[in-house]
């Protein structure tokens, strides 16, 4: 089937996703570009609705995922190369959108894993740091992620992109309450470790190796004071040179890692 206009009533609802308030309401969000599509179509990722146009068809990566697509039973429309620009938000959408179902995961999920490494993400407000961590957890190997209330959303389409498919494979739940993080931590055996500049260890001078999970914090502000009373233990990064502080998905990264080498080296 082709759609020609933008009035057309499927087009209104997949714009409408572009807005956080629709993408809570309905369930769903946007997938833009022929490798998050495809990488959505390897995990399994519930597509109800793909919207592609004729430049799609210019290559032969292109044409392959439109018949894996067709395969897989989704209902696909055909629309002009402009359109299809006019909903995008990327510059370069390479003739295809998607709207998939969102994976809905709580906290006891992520917890669950009595031997595992986690991620919690404290109001970090870029959605590229956010994407850049998702990305990182998801190389590392870590069991998940917990964001609290006031971080950039997942579903940000920046965020979508830089996690480079990796949002498909990570369990992430979203706590709005920290009481209730504060109860599913406290149920479970997992040491709580904050990184904070003004932390009491260096980051390679704990053990990672019983459950931990890792709290990072606000680009501006680092994490709240609540989370910091809350953890076991503190954790900074040396800063030898001139530099005050890290970018906080590079100084995620080296936390991380310092984590999966205790592992490794175990």
Do not use: C
């Not at 309905?26 to 490798?35: I, S």
């Not at 920046?158 to 990570?170: E, L, N, P, Q």
Request: proline share 2%; glycine share 6%; net charge negative.
């Amino acid at each position: 089937m082709k759609i020609t206009s933008s009035s057309n009533d499927k087009i209104k609802y997949l714009r409408s996703l572009y807005k956080k308030k629709y993408r809570r309401k309905y369930k769903q969000f946007v997938l833009e570009g022929l490798r998050l599509i495809e990488e959505a179509v390897q995990e399994n990722v519930d597509l109800s609705q793909v919207f592609y146009s004729e430049y799609l068809l210019r290559n032969e990566q292109g044409q392959k995922l439109l018949g894996q697509l067709e395969e897989k039973e989704v209902q696909i429309y055909k629309i002009d190369d402009d359109l299809l620009q006019q909903v995008a938000d990327t510059v370069s959408p390479q003739g295809i959108l998607a709207i998939a179902d969102k994976v809905e995961y709580e906290l006891n999920d992520i917890l669950e894993n009595k031997d595992g490494l986690i991620l919690v993400v404290d109001q970090i407000q870029d959605p590229g740091n956010l994407g850049t961590i998702i990305r990182t957890a998801d190389a590392a190997g870590f069991d998940g992620i917990i964001t609290t209330k006031g971080t950039v959303s997942l579903y940000n389409q920046k965020t979508i992109r830089s996690t480079m498919g990796s949002f498909f494979r990570t369990p992430i739940a979203k706590v709005n309450d920290l009481n209730e993080f504060e109860h599913g931590i406290s149920e479970s055996n997992y040491n709580l470790v904050v990184a904070d500049t003004a932390g009491d260890n260096y980051h390679f001078d704990i053990d990672y190796l019983p459950a931990t999970a890792i709290i990072v914090g606000n680009e501006a502000h680092g994490p709240r004071q609540e989370l910091i009373d809350l953890a076991d233990q503190s954790i900074k990064i040396p800063l030898l040179g001139g530099a005050e502080s890290l970018n906080v998905a590079m100084a995620t990264s080296v936390i991380v890692y310092e984590a999966i080498r205790q592992k490794l080296d175990k």
